[in-house]
Every structure is written in structure tokens, then in C-alpha cells.
């Protein structure tokens, strides 16, 4: 039987900007990504993003889209990785650095794809177009995409 993570991952959004944050320690460490991690018993996805929002840059998302789904495989392991990617435009707080994240700002046009996992390259594309994506990656070690695909859905 194929185990199944289920993740979120929220990007911070204004007209020209992205948050992104620098994984601190743990898996994906040094790694520009969102904000997100595994969703707890009890909590719906939703709920979770905005529990991993708030934990780790401290902004209080007032709402949030789904923009796509992205499903993860790694070479000789069976376990799936499901992470539901999320954007806000709207929240409150300030955004502060966590145990887990640095924070940063960045343009549209600067997004750091080689300081991010491979992945992001492939579907940041359709993100930022407002496309509802579904992309899935097969990984080899975490420098290496065996194979991937991604399609893009009507919006549910
Ligand atoms: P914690 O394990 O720290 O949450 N994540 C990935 N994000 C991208 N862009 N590519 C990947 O390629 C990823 N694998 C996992 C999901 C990990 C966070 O990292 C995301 C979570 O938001 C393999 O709790």
C-alpha cells in the first residue's frame, strides 16, 4: 500500500512581490520555498495553511485561493507527498523571522529558482499565470527529476 503525506504551501502575493521563505533546518533546508507543512489530525488543509502560515513568518492569511496540487514521489520510496498550494493576497500581521524561516521579499521577476527545489521552475509558470495546476514529479535523490508532468484543470 502507497502512503500518503498531506502537505500545504501558501504564497504570500501582491502585485509584484512574492514572500518566499528559507528553510532553516529540517527537510528542504536551505531551500527558498512557501510557507506550509504537514497537515494534523482534525485540521482541514485549509486550516493547516493558515496554522503553518502564521507559525512560521507570522502573517495571519484572511484568505485563501488554491492554485494547484502537486504530487511527489522519490526513487525506492513508496510514500507520496500531496501538497495543496495555496495564495493570499489578503492577511494582517508583520511578517517575522521563525525557528523554521527566513523571510524575504521578492520580485516577480527575481524569483531564485536555483536556491529552490527543482520542481518550482516547472510550475511557478502556471501559478503566476492563474492557472489551476496538478503537476506530479518523480525525484532521485533531491537534485534529480526522473520525470514529471503537469496539467492544468478547470478551477473546481
Ligand atoms: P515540513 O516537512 O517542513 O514541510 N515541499 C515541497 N515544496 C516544493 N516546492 N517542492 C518539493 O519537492 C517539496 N516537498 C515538500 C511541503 C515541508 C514543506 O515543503 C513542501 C511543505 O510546505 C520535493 O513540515
Known amino acids: 500500500m502507497t502512503a500518503k503525506k498531506v502537505f500545504s504551501l501558501v504564497f504570500v502575493r501582491n502585485a509584484s512581490e512574492i514572500l518566499l521563505g528559507m528553510k532553516k533546518r529540517g527537510f528542504g533546508q536551505g531551500k527558498w520555498n512557501g510557507f506550509g507543512g504537514k497537515i ?3 485540521e482541514t488543509i485549509p486550516e493547516g495553511a493558515v496554522r503553518e502560515l ?3 513568518c507570522g502573517l495571519i ?3 485563501l485561493k488554491n492554485v494547484g496540487l502537486l504530487e511527489f514521489k522519490f526513487e ?3 510514500t507520496l507527498l500531496e501538497v495543496h498550494v495555496f495564495e493570499t493576497h489578503e492577511y494582517h500581521g508583520s511578517v517575522i523571522e ?5 523571510p524575504k521579499w521578492y520580485n516577480l521577476k527575481n524569483i531564485p529558482f536555483k536556491n529552490m527545489w527543482l520542481d518550482d521552475e516547472h510550475w511557478f509558470p502556471y501559478m503566476l499565470r492563474g492557472e ?3 503537476g506530479h514529479f518523480l ?3 533531491e537534485d534529480l ?3 514529471y508532468n503537469i496539467q492544468v484543470l478547470d478551477k473546481l
Open 40 to 42: 494534523e489530525p482534525g
Open 54 to 56: 502564521q507559525e512560521e
Open 61 to 63: 492569511a484572511k484568505e
Open 76 to 78: 525506492g520510496d513508496p
Open 98 to 102: 521563525s525557528e523554521e524561516m527566513l
Open 132 to 134: 489551476f495546476f496538478k
Open 139 to 141: 525525484y532521485r535523490g
Open 145 to 147: 527529476i526522473l520525470k
